[in-house]
C-alpha cells in the first residue's frame, strides 16, 4: 500500500470511478479521494478514458477488491 500508480478511468458510479491499473487489474476511486475538495458525481472530475495516477489505500485479497485515492498522489504527479 502507498504505491503509486498510473491507469485508465473505465467506469464511472455514483459513488467514484473505476480505473484499470493493469491488465485485468481494477480498482475504485470512491468518490471522497477523487480530489480534495468533495463532488458529487465523478463526471466533475474524471471521465471514461482519462488516464489518471493513484495511490493504492487498500487492498482485499481475499474479496479481490483494491481501493485507490487521487486525492493522495503527491501534487507534483498531477
Known sequence: MG???HGQVT???PFGAFVQVAD???GLIHLRELTTTP???PEE?????D???VVVIEFDRERRKL???RRQ???DVW
Open 3 to 5: 504505491q503509486t500508480l
Open 45 to 49: 472530475v474524471v471521465q471514461v478514458g
Open 73 to 75: 498522489v503527491s501534487p
Open 24 to 26: 485485468g487489474i481494477e
Open 51 to 53: 488516464e489518471v495516477s
Open 11 to 13: 467506469k464511472l458510479v
Open 39 to 41: 463532488v458529487e458525481a
Open 67 to 69: 481501493a485507490l485515492s
